[in-house]
């Protein structure tokens, strides 16, 4: 079983649905990464987290440590939203050492 | 402003040739810097990562190897290439602090194994 479990490993929906994307981890955690890989393969960092919930733009992260989860919300989805969501743990506290989920790709159709 | 510089973007290598795959970080001093790997339908995996100039950590027992000749040069080789070692590479940095700070992903290398 890997440490990081991200759902679903694929997903479509329509321009304007809200998308929503689960991380169950299974180790203890100083932190909680999503981060968006486009086509070209270059990854951005969206949020670190810690607790609670973080929004920029369109985009919401929460985390509930105890439950050992994380998911990543989009509203007003749109296509260049396309591409895939990861996400990833540091399980130490000082040691930025992260694991990763093998990542959701989401389509968003126009 | 911080910028990671990865290089070659692409690369098409023969089994058994050599490897060397360059990072570099302009804008910050001492950072902690990550080798991952990213095999095709797989997720990321660190390969390689270090806290300072000389100090490489290995994370999998693997056909490659690390160094980190200055403070901000982080290089990926390997003396005979696997078909195996196909993939997208990324080097990554944190400012190294302990305190739990964000990863900066380079664009990446990918590299094919003929």
């Known amino acids: 079983k890997n440490e990081v479990e991200q759902s679903p490993q694929n997903l479509t929906a329509q321009e304007g649905e809200f998308i929503t994307i689960n991380c169950s981890y299974s180790v203890g955690i100083s932190a909680l990464h999503w981060l968006q890989q486009h086509p070209g393969g270059g990854i951005v960092s969206l949020f670190m987290l810690s607790s609670g919930k973080k929004k920029h733009g369109r985009l919401i992260a929460t985390i509930n440590i105890q439950e050992k989860h994380s998911s990543l919300h989009i509203t007003a989805s749109h296509p260049r939203d396309s591409a895939v969501y990861i996400c990833a743990v540091r399980s130490h506290f000082g040691n930025e050492k992260l694991t990763f989920g093998t990542g959701t790709r989401l389509t968003i159709i126009p | 402003s911080q910028t990671i510089h990865q290089w070659p973007a692409t690369l098409v290598q023969p089994v058994g040739s050599p490897l060397s795959l360059e990072c570099t970080v302009e804008g910050t001093s001492n950072p902690n810097l990550y080798w991952y790997r990213q095999a095709a339908g797989r997720g990321l995996q660190l390969l390689f990562y270090?806290?300072?100039?000389?100090?490489i950590s290995s994370e999998v027992p693997q056909n490659l190897s690390a160094s980190r000749p200055q403070d901000r040069q982080f290089i990926l080789s390997s003396k005979k290439l696997l078909l195996s070692d196909s993939g997208f590479y990324l080097c990554a940095w944190t400012y190294g602090t302990g305190t739990g700070d964000e990863q900066y992903f380079g664009p990446g290398t990918r590299l094919t194994v003929t």
């Open positions: 270090s806290v300072g100039i000389g100090q």
